[in-house]
């Protein structure tokens, strides 16, 4: 005995422990599938410990009338007995609680039992009598509550009152009274707690229909078919702060849609048996209810009649160029897209065979597919869904998926299709949707299909406009606008047969204007913009744009700087940037555009040309800056231009100071400029030292020799 | 002898504590064999789905998302307001500000005079939606699209708020919706990336787009999104160097893979095998894109559609057209944005402008992809980061007024993917200012997204310094109202 009952001690604690582990990791066990038979036998063993807490209290009202070492000998085996089976009770509990119900009910079960479990354990170590009988009772209550509530979960909560209870919950739709349904529910939950039988205020009871046609101390609640002197409805219009207005203010406000409906059921008649099948089909009321109707119903995922691809065939047939996707984890149905009409092989479809059954959607846009390959396609009988836009096809070569009878949606915009295709879909029962847009099928024909398949919804698309559109302007192929008076100007334009004409005087183009053929040389000393224009037939002439172009002059051979600016997000880069002949464009983001450099008053603008060893002869030298929008005055404080033929002795030729002025952009410009004039010495270097006022950026894009 | 009893019981004590805790081990042990992966450290467990595949069915596979930065008004474009031209001049009621914030531009205003739309209203198609005559062929398309006019958000200036809209959060470093898309279910080309994104600019105030707003933030560096320039190289250093062909590529590709591989083998990093898949998906891209970037064989119906600015790179109206070739193509998600939408003033000379760069675009895009049966499976998602003020920023005349920031109500629409179509949703209060029906926050929007997605927002997580991230934080509810 003494042997036996050290076992049964060891195992309790190592339940007790195995049932602690179990719940602190709850959310990562896993139950295997052959443990879930012991968790399903949790309602036929919960009936031992029940019973054996039950006898355990019976006997605690009998120990005076048995002898006392008998007693002591029952109570401590039932005790164990009863602890015993409580924790296996519970830890099968468990099992089965892991199987996927989170309900709260389900919850409190759970903790109930694993409470008593404990509780009946500690019952094994207590001595005193009080004590023992105190926890004992505890557990008796906390037995009948895990009892009932467990009933509740295999039986249905109201399983011992359903009997008694006479309204069942009726499931709403067109059938049911609107009142009933809709309206009832309404005044329930925003009217009904302060006008029922027992409050009402205002003398107002809106319980049921018949105690509210009785309306208040105010009168009539309601008037059928007059919503402008129904009182209800007046109340609820009434701004919040008004002392009428209901319902009152801090209360739960009715929505926009229960006012329209309540608008709607009083202007329909307000009565209380109305419902949705008998009200005319452009109803108010019956479209507000209907709508409602609607939301209410929830969306479930389709079922198929298949199983499940083989999860290694659907990995095997992924590639590059094909894609087999499972609809969802739940869902056998796959979604196949084949892309790229390069690299198609007429493989990438016949290898689907292997999930011909689960293939519900295919796209085959655009790839250069034959007989055979619709031959197969039409042999996915699940095929519910199929794009072939852009593909080869005729109405002949679509004939074979007539045999997929579950067809739903057909994409066939773009093909060769004509208006013969209508044997075909004649024999899609399921065919909702077909998409014919860009097809060689004539507007009437489109009308006769529509008219023979009235349950199709036929999309034909964009079919032109009547309206003429605007051209876009004619656009630099040659992007640079800095250039050589020996280098092309390239005009181009993107839409074909577009004419586009120019000026090179600064006359406005026409449409006699000289015609762009080819790229053209101007003029540089003109100094004149080329105006452009595109012309088509159908569309609207463009607006003119102009391109001014700069002389870019000489580039010298090497060319250094001293402070590379800053903050600019191209620091590092003036020495590329300054004699890039591109000229900047001034933007909200000037110090960030990679053609500007900005410089300020320590890391100025200082920079030597180099011109090599035959260095050209420079009449001119133009240094080119910009402001900033945010700018006002004058930037540039000094400029200086040194030069020689040696680098370490170069002579300064030229010294600007400017005065710190405000600047009027509109008069003035924003793109700056200094120009210096040099006497003929072919000078090989140039020093040019520019210097912003202190509080000022100076902004440089481009420096020209000329 | 009291002592060898004593010693006696301590030893019985010691034997029996040995063996309890051995029982107490054993029974912890035997619990630990029903917790999968518990010395593996791995960070499956079963509430997890598997990625690259849909929680639940659902129609969308693809979006395409048409960001107005700079947040054009709601008040010119789809929220009418008669009684803001009622109150032409007179002061914001406080009983309908009730002390909200304002940003530093307006909030030292002495008054904030009211001010009614310019341009008019009219109900559009059988859905009777309101459009203003600014978007005339926005206004052709209504019975296709579903205005939600109800959305608010959290931050009051644009690069917050924006940052919010595509990232669920308001600071920088979390991945974009795009890269959650492209962790969630992966490519579907898989010779295109799964995120792509494409800027364009109109003639207003331009505020910033950067590269944080399609950043893969913790998620793998594939996820990132990727962006295509308006010039001849729309993927940059795509196209094989000067002098180097096809075949030439292909062989130095696959001898720097058996490099690679050498590598793997030795150090075992997995970042290696990704960056040869990489290498291998440049490479097929080299085919992919040129076939989907060049406009140039486009039908002229094509331009006739999206507008004359549809062949010119780098415009509103070619980045939608090169959208809807992306789209058709399997690239899973596509951000646009279109900067330029702050009227902070001369909204009356500057909003035509911007609204009609985005117009008949905009329309187009959803009108091409119906035509082709792709609406259904494609979502499109048209809206800004913010709403603007019903008052009046700095000084309001007769014919010229600006709006500020205004976060606590704006209208978006969306179209096709499971979206209900002709349908208005949420209401904002007469003077446009408080939502006072259906409020739909951007959480909210996000959660809905990914639920026409076929993702559960709850699900979709990704484990980064100690906790499970989502694309909703710890918020957002699917909008059951708008799904078709």
Same mark, same amino acid.
């Given at each position: 005995?003494?042997?036996?009952?050290?076992?049964?001690?060891?195992?309790?604690?190592?339940?007790?422990?195995f049932?602690?582990?179990?719940?602190?990791f709850?959310?990562?066990?896993?139950?295997?599938?052959?443990?879930?038979?012991?968790?399903?036998?949790?309602?036929?063993?919960?009936?031992?410990? *029940?019973?054996?807490?039950? &006898?355990?209290v019976?006997?605690? /009202?009998?120990?005076?009338?048995?002898?006392?070492?008998?007693?002591k000998?029952?109570?401590?085996?039932?005790?164990?007995?009863?602890?015993?089976?409580?924790?296996?009770?519970?830890?099968?509990?468990?099992?089965?609680?892991?199987?996927? !119900?989170?309900?709260k009910l389900?919850?409190?079960?759970?903790? *109930?039992?694993?409470?008593?479990?404990?509780?009946?354990?500690?019952?094994i170590f #207590?001595?005193?009598d009080? #004590?023992?009988?105190?926890?004992?009772?505890?557990?008796?209550?906390?037995?009948? /509550?895990?009892?009932?509530?467990g009933a509740?979960?295999?039986?249905g909560?109201?399983? *011992?009152t359903?009997?008694?209870a006479?309204?069942?919950?009726?499931?709403?739709?067109?059938?049911?009274? *609107?009142?009933?349904?809709?309206?009832?529910p309404?005044?329930d939950?925003?009217?009904v707690?302060?006008?029922?039988?027992?409050?009402?205020?205002?003398?107002?009871d809106?319980s049921?229909?018949?105690?509210?046609?009785l309306?208040?101390? +105010?009168?009539?609640?309601?008037?059928?078919?007059?919503?402008?002197?129904s009182?209800?409805?007046?109340r609820?219009?009434?701004p919040?702060?008004?002392?009428?207005?209901?319902?009152?203010?801090?209360?739960?406000?009715?929505?926009?849609?229960?006012?329209?409906?309540?608008?709607?059921?009083?202007?329909q008649?307000? +009565?209380n048996t109305?419902?949705?099948i008998? %009200?005319?089909?452009? !109803?108010?009321?019956?479209?507000i209810?209907?709508?409602l109707?609607?939301?209410k119903?929830e969306k479930?995922?389709?079922?198929?009649?298949?199983?499940?691809?083989?999860?290694?065939?659907?990995?095997?047939l992924?590639?590059?160029?094909?894609?087999?996707? @499972?609809?969802?984890?739940?869902?056998?149905?796959?979604?196949?897209?084949?892309h790229?009409? @390069?690299?198609?092989?007429?493989?990438f479809?016949?290898?689907?065979?292997?999930?011909?059954k689960?293939?519900?959607?295919?796209?085959?846009?655009?790839?250069?597919?034959?007989?055979s390959?619709i031959?197969f396609?039409?042999?996915?009988t699940?095929?519910?869904?199929?794009v072939?836009?852009?593909t +080869?096809?005729?109405?002949?070569g679509?004939?074979?998926?007539?045999?997929?009878?579950?067809l739903?949606?057909?994409?066939?915009?773009?093909?060769?299709?004509?208006?013969?295709i209508?044997?075909?879909?004649?024999?899609?029962?399921?065919?909702?949707k077909?998409? %014919?847009?860009?097809?060689?099928?004539?507007?009437?024909?489109?009308?006769?299909?529509?008219?023979?398949?009235?349950?199709i919804?036929?999309?034909?698309g964009f079919?032109?406009?009547?309206?003429?559109?605007?051209l876009?302007?004619?656009?630099?192929?040659?992007?640079?606008? #800095?250039?050589?008076?020996?280098?092309?100007?390239?005009?181009?334009?993107?839409?074909?047969g #577009?004419?586009i004409?120019?000026?090179?005087?600064?006359?406005?183009?026409?449409?006699?204007?000289?015609?762009?053929?080819?790229?053209?040389?101007?003029?540089?000393?003109?100094?004149?913009?080329i105006?452009?224009i595109?012309?088509?037939?159908?569309?609207?002439?463009?607006?003119?744009?102009?391109?001014?172009?700069?002389?870019?002059?000489?580039?010298p051979?090497?060319? !250094?700087v001293?402070y590379?600016?800053?903050?600019?997000? /191209?620091?590092?880069?003036?020495e590329?940037?300054?004699?890039d002949?591109?000229?900047?464009?001034?933007?909200?983001?000037i110090?960030?555009?990679?053609?500007?450099?900005?410089?300020?008053?320590?890391?100025?603008?200082?920079?030597?040309?180099?011109?090599?060893?035959n260095?050209?002869?420079?009449?001119?030298?133009?240094?080119?800056y910009?402001?900033?929008?945010?700018?006002?005055?004058?930037?540039?404080e000094?400029?200086?231009?040194?030069?020689?033929?040696?680098k370490?002795?170069?002579?300064l030729?030229?010294?600007?100071?400017?005065?710190?002025?405000?600047? !009027?952009?509109?008069?003035?410009?924003?793109?700056?400029?200094?120009?210096?004039?040099?006497?003929?010495?072919k000078?090989?270097?140039?020093?040019?030292?520019?210097?912003p &006022?202190?509080k000022?950026?100076?902004?440089?894009?481009?420096?020209y020799?000329? | 002898?009291?002592k060898?009893?004593?010693?006696h019981?301590?030893?019985?004590?010691?034997?029996?504590?040995l063996?309890?805790?051995?029982?107490?081990?054993?029974?912890?042990?035997?619990?630990?064999?029903?917790i999968?992966?518990?010395?593996?450290?791995?960070?499956?467990?079963?509430?997890?789905?598997?990625?690259g595949?849909?929680?639940?069915?659902?129609?969308?596979?693809?979006?395409?998302m048409l960001?107005?930065?700079?947040?054009?008004?709601?008040?010119?474009?789809?929220?009418?307001?008669?009684?803001?031209?009622?109150?032409?001049?007179?002061?914001l009621?406080?009983?309908?500000?009730?002390?909200?914030?304002?940003?530093?531009?307006?909030?030292?205003?002495?008054?904030?005079p009211?001010?009614?739309?310019?341009?008019?209203?009219?109900?559009h198609?059988?859905?009777?939606?309101?459009?203003?005559?600014?978007?005339?062929?926005?206004?052709?398309?209504?019975?296709?699209?579903?205005?939600?006019?109800?959305?608010?958000?959290d931050?009051?200036?644009?690069?917050p708020?924006?940052?919010?809209?595509?990232?669920?959060a308001?600071q920088?470093?979390?991945?974009?919706?795009?890269s959650?898309?492209?962790?969630?279910?992966?490519?579907?080309?898989?010779?295109?990336p799964?995120? $792509?994104?494409?800027?364009?600019?109109?003639?207003?105030?331009?505020?910033?787009?950067?590269s944080?707003?399609?950043?893969?933030?913790?998620?793998?560096?594939?996820?990132?999104?990727v962006?295509?320039?308006?010039?001849?190289?729309?993927?940059?250093?795509?196209n094989?160097?000067?002098?180097m062909?096809?075949?030439?590529?292909?062989?130095?590709?696959?001898?720097?893979?058996?490099?690679?591989?050498l590598?793997?083998?030795?150090?075992g990093?997995?970042?290696?095998h990704s960056?040869?898949?990489?290498?291998?998906?440049a490479?097929?891209?080299?085919?992919?894109?040129?076939?989907?970037?060049?406009?140039?064989?486009?039908?002229?119906?094509?331009?006739?559609?999206?507008?004359?600015?549809?062949?010119?790179?780098?415009?509103?109206?070619?980045? $939608?057209?090169?959208?809807?070739?992306?789209?058709?193509s399997g690239?899973?998600?596509?951000?646009?944005?279109?900067?330029?939408?702050?009227?902070?003033?001369?909204?009356?000379?500057?909003?035509?402008?911007?609204?009609?760069?985005?117009?008949?675009?905009?329309a187009?895009?959803?009108?091409?992809?119906?035509?082709?049966?792709?609406l259904?499976?494609?979502?499109?998602?048209w809206?800004?980061?913010?709403?603007?003020?019903?008052? $009046?920023q700095?000084?309001?005349?007769?014919?010229?007024?600006?709006?500020?920031?205004?976060?606590r109500?704006?209208?978006?629409?969306?179209?096709?993917?499971?979206?209900?179509?002709?349908?208005?949703y949420?209401?904002?209060?007469?003077?446009?200012?408080?939502?006072?029906?259906?409020?739909v926050?951007?959480?909210?929007?996000?959660a809905?997204?990914?639920?026409?997605?076929?993702?559960?927002?709850?699900?979709?997580?990704?484990?980064?310094?100690?906790r499970?991230?989502?694309?909703?934080?710890?918020?957002?509810h699917?909008?059951?109202?708008i799904?078709?």
């Amino acid at each position: 005995m003494k042997k036996l009952e050290s076992f049964v001690l060891n195992i309790l604690f190592l339940l007790h422990c195995f049932l602690v582990m179990m719940l602190i990791f709850e959310n990562s066990v896993t139950i295997p599938y052959w443990l879930q038979p012991l968790g399903r036998m949790h309602p036929l063993v919960l009936h031992f410990p *029940i019973v054996c807490i039950f &006898f355990l209290v019976i006997l605690s /009202f009998f120990k005076k009338r048995i002898d006392l070492n008998t007693f002591k000998k029952i109570k401590r085996f039932l005790v164990l007995f009863t602890a015993f089976t409580t924790t296996l009770a519970t830890i099968m509990g468990l099992f089965l609680s892991m199987e996927g !119900d989170t309900t709260k009910l389900m919850i409190l079960h759970k903790w *109930i039992g694993v409470g008593i479990s404990f509780l009946i354990y500690l019952l094994i170590f #207590v001595k005193k009598d009080n #004590v023992f009988n105190a926890i004992l009772y505890i557990s008796f209550v906390g037995v009948i /509550f895990a009892g009932h509530y467990g009933a509740g979960l295999t039986h249905g909560i109201n399983f *011992i009152t359903e009997p008694l209870a006479k309204n069942k919950i009726v499931e709403i739709n067109e059938h049911t009274p *609107i009142f009933k349904g809709f309206v009832k529910p309404i005044l329930d939950a925003k009217c009904v707690s302060c006008h029922n039988s027992e409050k009402q205020k205002g003398d107002l009871d809106m319980s049921t229909f018949n105690r509210m046609i009785l309306g208040g101390k +105010n009168g009539e609640l309601f008037i059928a078919y007059n919503t402008t002197q129904s009182a209800l409805l007046k109340r609820v219009h009434l701004p919040i702060e008004h002392k009428k207005h209901m319902p009152p203010q801090g209360k739960k406000q009715l929505t926009k849609t229960e006012i329209k409906l309540l608008t709607a059921w009083i202007d329909q008649g307000a +009565n209380n048996t109305v419902s949705l099948i008998q %009200l005319p089909k452009q !109803d108010t009321l019956g479209l507000i209810i209907s709508k409602l109707l609607q939301t209410k119903k929830e969306k479930v995922e389709p079922e198929y009649a298949f199983n499940f691809a083989k999860e290694k065939d659907i990995i095997a047939l992924q590639n590059p160029f094909r894609t087999v996707i @499972q609809k969802s984890p739940f869902s056998p149905a796959l979604d196949v897209v084949i892309h790229g009409r @390069q690299t198609y092989e007429p493989e990438f479809l016949t290898d689907l065979a292997i999930v011909k059954k689960q293939i519900v959607s295919l796209n085959l846009s655009y790839l250069p597919i034959d007989k055979s390959s619709i031959n197969f396609v039409s042999s996915l009988t699940n095929l519910e869904n199929l794009v072939l836009n852009f593909t +080869n096809l005729t109405s002949e070569g679509l004939q074979p998926i007539k045999a997929c009878k579950k067809l739903k949606t057909l994409s066939i915009s773009g093909t060769k299709i004509d208006v013969t295709i209508s044997t075909t879909l004649n024999q899609l029962p399921n065919l909702k949707k077909v998409y %014919l847009w860009n097809t060689s099928i004539s507007e009437n024909d489109i009308k006769t299909l529509k008219t023979q398949f009235p349950n199709i919804y036929i999309e034909t698309g964009f079919k032109g406009s009547d309206e003429k559109l605007k051209l876009a302007s004619p656009i630099l192929v040659s992007k640079n606008t #800095v250039i050589s008076k020996d280098d092309f100007i390239e005009l181009g334009h993107k839409i074909p047969g #577009v004419e586009i004409r120019y000026t090179v005087d600064g006359s406005k183009p026409n449409k006699l204007s000289l015609l762009y053929e080819k790229p053209i040389k101007i003029d540089l000393n003109r100094n004149k913009p080329i105006k452009t224009i595109a012309y088509k037939n159908n569309w609207l002439p463009s607006k003119i744009q102009n391109y001014s172009f700069v002389d870019k002059g000489f580039t010298p051979v090497k060319f !250094d700087v001293v402070y590379q600016g800053y903050s600019s997000a /191209f620091i590092g880069d003036a020495e590329t940037i300054l004699i890039d002949n591109n000229k900047g464009k001034i933007t909200f983001n000037i110090q960030a555009s990679p053609f500007w450099v900005t410089f300020n008053k320590k890391h100025h603008l200082n920079a030597i040309a180099d011109f090599g060893e035959n260095a050209p002869d420079i009449r001119k030298l133009v240094l080119s800056y910009g402001m900033h929008n945010r700018q006002k005055k004058e930037p540039l404080e000094s400029f200086e231009l040194w030069a020689g033929y040696d680098k370490d002795n170069l002579k300064l030729i030229k010294q600007v100071k400017k005065t710190y002025r405000k600047i !009027d952009k509109n008069k003035e410009g924003k793109y700056r400029k200094i120009e210096v004039k040099i006497s003929k010495n072919k000078y090989r270097y140039y020093k040019i030292i520019a210097v912003p &006022f202190e509080k000022e950026a100076l902004y440089v894009d481009q420096i020209y020799f000329y | 002898m009291d002592k060898e009893f004593f010693e006696h019981r301590l030893n019985i004590n010691r034997r029996h504590f040995l063996g309890k805790m051995a029982m107490g081990v054993g029974g912890a042990a035997l619990g630990s064999l029903l917790i999968p992966n518990l010395f593996k450290g791995s960070k499956a467990t079963n509430t997890e789905l598997p990625l690259g595949i849909k929680h639940f069915a659902s129609k969308a596979k693809r979006i395409i998302m048409l960001t107005q930065n700079g947040a054009p008004s709601q008040l010119e474009s789809f929220d009418f307001k008669p009684k803001l031209r009622e109150m032409f001049g007179e002061d914001l009621p406080d009983s309908i500000r009730q002390g909200q914030r304002l940003t530093g531009m307006t909030a030292n205003q002495k008054s904030f005079p009211l001010v009614g739309s310019k341009f008019d209203f009219k109900q559009h198609g059988k859905s009777a939606t309101w459009v203003s005559d600014l978007f005339p062929n926005i206004a052709k398309i209504t019975d296709d699209i579903c205005v939600i006019k109800s959305m608010h958000t959290d931050a009051i200036n644009h690069d917050p708020a924006l940052t919010f809209l595509q990232t669920g959060a308001q600071q920088g470093n979390r991945p974009s919706m795009g890269s959650w898309f492209s962790y969630g279910l992966g490519n579907e080309n898989k010779n295109l990336p799964a995120f $792509c994104v494409l800027l364009s600019k109109g003639s207003g105030n331009g505020q910033g787009v950067y590269s944080k707003l399609w950043s893969n933030g913790f998620l793998d560096s594939t996820h990132q999104g990727v962006q295509l320039s308006a010039s001849e190289d729309p993927i940059l250093y795509l196209n094989n160097p000067k002098g180097m062909d096809k075949a030439q590529r292909k062989k130095m590709l696959d001898h720097l893979a058996e490099l690679n591989n050498l590598g793997y083998s030795e150090f075992g990093d997995p970042e290696i095998h990704s960056k040869i898949k990489q290498y291998e998906m440049a490479f097929r891209m080299q085919t992919a894109v040129p076939e989907i970037t060049d406009l140039s064989k486009e039908p002229a119906y094509i331009t006739e559609m999206y507008g004359a600015d549809s062949m010119i790179p780098g415009t509103y109206a070619s980045n $939608c057209l090169l959208a809807r070739k992306l789209s058709e193509s399997g690239v899973r998600f596509v951000q646009l944005y279109h900067q330029g939408w702050d009227q902070h003033q001369n909204l009356i000379r500057d909003m035509p402008k911007q609204a009609k760069d985005v117009d008949q675009a905009s329309a187009a895009l959803i009108t091409d992809l119906k035509q082709r049966g792709l609406l259904d499976e494609t979502l499109v998602i048209w809206g800004g980061e913010f709403g603007r003020t019903n008052y $009046c920023q700095g000084k309001l005349t007769k014919d010229n007024y600006g709006r500020d920031h205004h976060p606590r109500a704006f209208s978006i629409f969306m179209a096709g993917g499971g979206v209900k179509a002709g349908m208005s949703y949420g209401e904002t209060d007469e003077f446009g200012y408080n939502i006072i029906e259906n409020p739909v926050h951007i959480h909210d929007l996000h959660a809905t997204i990914l639920h026409l997605m076929g993702l559960d927002h709850e699900k979709l997580t990704y484990k980064h310094l100690g906790r499970r991230f989502r694309l909703t934080d710890v918020h957002g509810h699917v909008v059951k109202d708008i799904l078709a």
